[in-house]
Protein backbone atom coordinates (compact mmCIF):
# COMPACT_ATOMS: atom_id res chain seq x y z
CA UNK A 1 0.00 0.00 0.00
CA UNK A 2 1.65 3.45 -0.82
CA UNK A 3 1.38 6.46 1.08
CA UNK A 4 -1.49 8.06 -1.18
CA UNK A 5 -3.37 4.96 -0.52
CA UNK A 6 -3.85 5.97 3.40
CA UNK A 7 -5.32 9.51 2.84
CA UNK A 8 -8.66 9.22 4.05
CA UNK A 9 -11.14 10.40 1.41
CA UNK A 10 -13.70 11.30 4.38
CA UNK A 11 -11.13 14.21 4.34
CA UNK A 12 -10.29 15.18 0.85
CA UNK A 13 -13.00 18.12 0.57
CA UNK A 14 -11.76 21.39 1.50
CA UNK A 15 -14.71 21.92 3.77
CA UNK A 16 -14.57 18.96 5.63
CA UNK A 17 -10.72 19.52 5.73
CA UNK A 18 -11.51 22.76 7.34
CA UNK A 19 -14.03 21.37 9.77
CA UNK A 20 -11.78 18.85 10.87
CA UNK A 21 -8.93 21.08 11.58
CA UNK A 22 -11.82 23.54 13.52
CA UNK A 23 -12.71 20.83 15.63
CA UNK A 24 -9.25 19.80 16.56
CA UNK A 25 -8.66 22.33 18.68
CA UNK A 26 -11.84 23.37 20.04
CA UNK A 27 -14.27 21.57 22.45
CA UNK A 28 -17.58 22.64 20.40
CA UNK A 29 -18.11 25.06 18.35
CA UNK A 30 -21.68 26.42 16.96
CA UNK A 31 -22.96 26.63 13.43
CA UNK A 32 -22.74 30.35 13.00
CA UNK A 33 -18.90 30.37 14.39
CA UNK A 34 -17.90 27.54 11.86
CA UNK A 35 -19.93 28.65 9.05
CA UNK A 36 -18.20 31.86 9.80
CA UNK A 37 -14.71 30.64 10.37
CA UNK A 38 -14.85 28.47 7.31
CA UNK A 39 -16.78 31.38 4.92
CA UNK A 40 -19.04 28.72 3.50
CA UNK A 41 -23.04 28.43 3.13
CA UNK A 42 -25.49 26.46 5.32
CA UNK A 43 -26.07 23.70 3.32
CA UNK A 44 -22.15 23.41 2.65
CA UNK A 45 -21.71 23.03 6.18
CA UNK A 46 -25.06 21.15 6.65
CA UNK A 47 -23.87 18.68 4.33
CA UNK A 48 -20.65 18.21 4.79
CA UNK A 49 -21.00 17.67 8.76
CA UNK A 50 -23.47 15.07 8.09
CA UNK A 51 -21.35 13.37 6.33
CA UNK A 52 -18.66 13.65 9.05
CA UNK A 53 -21.31 12.46 11.65
CA UNK A 54 -22.41 9.70 9.76
CA UNK A 55 -18.69 8.30 9.38
CA UNK A 56 -19.06 8.84 13.43
CA UNK A 57 -16.05 11.48 13.18
CA UNK A 58 -18.32 14.64 14.66
CA UNK A 59 -20.78 14.66 17.19
CA UNK A 60 -23.86 17.35 16.52
CA UNK A 61 -25.58 18.44 19.39
CA UNK A 62 -28.94 19.95 18.66
CA UNK A 63 -30.49 22.16 20.98
CA UNK A 64 -32.63 25.18 22.20
CA UNK A 65 -31.22 28.56 23.80
CA UNK A 66 -34.58 30.10 24.36
CA UNK A 67 -36.25 29.64 21.59
CA UNK A 68 -33.72 29.89 19.29
CA UNK A 69 -32.15 26.26 17.82
CA UNK A 70 -28.58 25.77 18.05
CA UNK A 71 -26.38 23.27 16.32
CA UNK A 72 -22.44 22.47 17.86
CA UNK A 73 -20.44 20.30 17.02
CA UNK A 74 -17.17 18.37 18.27
CA UNK A 75 -14.63 16.04 17.29
CA UNK A 76 -15.05 11.91 18.24
CA UNK A 77 -12.10 10.30 19.44
CA UNK A 78 -12.27 8.40 16.34
CA UNK A 79 -12.55 11.36 14.24
CA UNK A 80 -9.40 12.77 15.82
CA UNK A 81 -7.48 9.28 15.22
CA UNK A 82 -8.28 9.33 11.78
CA UNK A 83 -7.33 12.95 11.59
CA UNK A 84 -4.62 12.58 12.87
CA UNK A 85 -3.41 9.20 10.92
CA UNK A 86 -4.66 11.78 7.64
CA UNK A 87 -2.43 14.73 8.25
CA UNK A 88 0.51 12.00 8.95
CA UNK A 89 -0.15 10.42 5.72
CA UNK A 90 -0.30 13.74 4.01
CA UNK A 91 3.45 14.60 5.39
CA UNK A 92 4.64 11.51 4.35
CA UNK A 93 3.91 12.10 1.11
CA UNK A 94 4.83 15.72 1.29
CA UNK A 95 8.80 14.74 2.51
CA UNK A 96 8.89 11.56 -0.05
CA UNK A 97 11.46 12.30 -2.95
Known sequence: MGIIDKLNKDFES???LGIM?????NDWI???EMKSLL???DGNLASHSSALE???YI???KEFVGKKPKTSYRVTNMGRTAF???LNSLE???KSK
Request: zero cysteines; aromatic letters at 4%.
Open 14 to 16: RVR
Open 92 to 94: KLI
Open 59 to 61: EVK
Open 30 to 32: DFT
Open 21 to 25: SVLMV
Open 54 to 56: KSE
Open 84 to 86: VSH
Open 39 to 41: DIT
